[in-house]
């Protein structure tokens, strides 16, 4: 799978080239060919284990009263002439980050729902959409939400997830994404899509960090 980003359509990573995957998701690969680049990137680790991995360890984070549950598996409406079901799942757990002495505690909560549908085929496509749901670096966690997102055995034609951060000092933070497929359309494409130019130089990520979660924190 091969998905094109530019400038003025990736807010995240404000750069012009594509994504690839040939292996389902499993690894991917950021292709920059204005630098003729390319960096294999972490779909799992999630950006405290990121920051934790830079910090070397000085960073020091601790989950307890973690839950994740299935609210609701129903038949959804039709999308784009497609027949669809419905899964909404809930997600909480509470963080306590130390660096350098200094305490910051903070709550998640999280509302997701998907719509999808089993009408379009695509393995590498609907894999790898299942693995953008990162790790939270607490493995029990981890664990359940990737048994929710197993429920999802087809392609996401909608999800909304609704996140909300409430820190130690009662500020509430709450971030909405909406992802959306409008069309979809099948063809051929040529094997050249999907490789990489053998002259490009390839740049190793931060070293991932296996799990946050102190061997004290409470498990859920």
């Known amino acids: 799978m091969r998905i094109e980003t530019s400038s003025d359509t990736s807010d995240v990573m404000n750069v012009t080239g594509f994504l690839l995957t040939r292996d389902g998701g499993k690894t991917m690969h950021m292709v920059t060919p204005d630098t003729r680049a390319c960096m294999r990137g972490n779909t799992e680790q999630h950006p405290a284990a ?111 997830v609704v996140s909300t951060q409430t820190g130690a000092n009662g500020h509430v933070q709450v971030s909405t994404t909406t992802t959306e497929v409008t069309a979809v359309h099948e063809g051929t494409l040529g094997a050249a899509t999907f490789e990489i130019p053998p002259d490009y130089q390839f740049i190793e990520p931060p070293p991932a960090l296996p799990d946050l979660a102190s061997d004290s924190a409470p498990q859920p």
């Not at 360890?57 to 609210?71: H, W």
């Not at 002495?101 to 999280?110: D, E, H, I, P, R």
């Not at 998907?114 to 493995?139: C, D, E, F, K, Y």
């Open 50 to 160: 990121r920051l934790a991995g830079m910090t070397h360890g000085v960073l020091n984070v601790t989950f307890t009263n973690a839950t994740a549950e299935t609210l609701a598996a129903e038949i959804g409406p039709l999308l784009i002439n497609n027949s669809t079901t419905h899964h909404r799942f809930r997600t909480y757990y509470q963080t306590e980050m130390n660096m350098f002495g200094q305490v910051a505690s903070n709550s998640v909560l999280t509302l997701e729902d998907v719509w999808w549908t089993s009408n379009v085929t695509g393995s590498a496509l609907s894999h790898w959409i299942r693995m953008q749901i990162p790790a939270v670096g607490h493995a029990p966690l981890d664990a359940l939400i990737r048994a929710q997102q197993e429920q999802i055995q087809g392609l996401p034609l909608k999800r909304i």
